[in-house]
């Protein structure tokens, strides 16, 4: 493809219930960051990884969340046990070289957490 | 601690005007900046960044940007809007080895 996808575009949740969030980055992309954007505010950075390494997880805001990327392509983010302060948009992005600082970002998942 | 400020929560332009979106960091370096702009339901689109050398970079869509370490700003401007310019923009900060701080965003509306 010829950006970064992301699935699926909306997810409306109970709270309580797991969700998983997909995204397809570039192909050949080494680098791919998540980010939480809450509504009215600036992107905030979860995790990143290189290629299937998870180098930095530091922005993760609780043991509820994980992500992994176990061939170095597609990722996956899981939220466990939604909570109404989860909702907000999931926004992934790929770089194609370590250290490279030029991401490019899918278009996002809106989670709504009721 | 790092963050990126954008003064500006909500600017509206008449469409051919110029527009300046401000953005401050505070930072113990020069950090790496950049502006993004995301239009309703879509990602965010780099328009411009800078690393070193020239102050003043050339972006997309007829941007540009002025970093002024002085000021620690890295302001945007267009000398002319258009109204397909009506969107969200980001200042985003990166310092080696680290991830990207975003601002809060400034929402532009242009008027026709």
């Known amino acids: 493809g010829a950006g970064v996808s992301q699935s699926p575009r909306y997810k409306v949740a109970k709270r309580g219930q797991d969700v998983a969030l997909r995204c397809d980055p570039i192909?050949?992309?080494?680098?791919l960051f998540w980010y939480q954007q809450a509504l009215g505010q600036g992107p905030e950075f979860l995790t990143y990884?290189?290629?299937?390494?998870?180098?930095?997880k530091s922005g993760l805001p609780s043991d509820r969340f994980f992500a992994e990327r176990p061939e170095g392509s597609v990722s996956t983010l899981k939220i466990q046990r939604t909570q109404q302060e989860d909702s907000a948009v999931y926004l992934c992005?790929?770089?194609?070289?370590?250290?490279?600082?030029?991401?490019?970002f899918g278009p996002g998942t809106r989670l709504t957490v009721t | 601690a790092q963050s990126v400020t954008q003064p500006d929560i909500h600017i509206t332009v008449s469409e051919g005007a110029s527009l300046e979106l401000r953005c401050n960091y505070s930072?113990?370096?020069?950090?790496?900046l950049f502006w993004y702009v995301q239009s309703p339901g879509q990602g965010l689109q780099l328009l411009l960044k800078?690393?070193?050398?020239?102050?003043l970079v050339q972006g997309i869509k007829g941007f540009e940007a002025e970093f002024k370490r002085s000021q620690s700003s890295f302001n945007l401007r267009k000398p002319s809007v258009h109204w397909s310019d009506a969107a969200e923009y980001f200042c985003?900060?990166?310092?080696?080895?680290?991830?990207?701080?975003f601002g809060p965003g400034t929402r532009l509306s242009v008027l026709p």
């Open positions: 992005a790929s770089s194609d070289r370590r250290g490279s600082y030029e991401q490019y």
């Open positions: 192909s050949g992309h080494v680098s």
């Open positions: 990884f290189q290629n299937e390494a998870q180098l930095d």
């Open positions: 930072y113990g370096a020069t950090p790496y």
């Open positions: 800078y690393f070193s050398g020239d102050t």
């Open positions: 985003a900060v990166a310092f080696y080895g680290q991830n990207f701080v």
